[in-house]
């Protein structure tokens, strides 16, 4: 699987964006997909997560009622809708092709990755 993220960019607090993760290669709905960042000095972290079908997700307590994951499968396609943005969200943003279906929060659990794409948040 081939992950390719965008979207990412400069955006004043409490101001929105929409990330988008396309993918190629094996099939897209089989594996859970999910959302990790890293800024700069730390460790990545888990971000969001969501099942095979879409019914099943599962967020960080820092992003929970801001963030919305969601996947299309007809375009292979999973986003993140970033609401209410804060600094501390100013990271690199990676999507992630998970080993199982289900959701999966640790590092660990995922296969493939994206390259990554930035978010920086202005106070």
């Known amino acids: 699987v081939q992950l390719q993220a965008s979207g990412g960019g400069l955006v004043q607090a409490e101001g929105s964006l929409r990330l988008s993760c396309a993918a190629s290669g094996r099939t897209f709905s089989s594996y859970g997909m999910g959302w990790f960042r890293q800024a700069p000095g730390k460790e990545r972290e888990f971000v969001a997560a969501?099942?095979?079908?879409?019914?099943?997700?599962y967020y960080a307590g820092s992003v929970k009622g801001r963030f919305t994951i969601s996947r299309d499968n007809a375009k292979n396609t999973v986003y993140l809708q970033m609401n209410s943005l804060k600094p501390e969200d100013t990271a690199v943003y990676y999507c992630?092709?998970?080993?199982?279906?289900?959701?999966?929060?640790?590092?660990?659990?995922?296969?493939?990755w994206g390259q990554g794409t930035q978010v920086t948040v202005s106070s």
């Open positions: 992630a092709a998970a080993r199982s279906p289900g959701t999966s929060v640790t590092i660990k659990e995922y296969a493939y």
């Open positions: 969501i099942s095979w079908g879409g019914t099943g997700t």
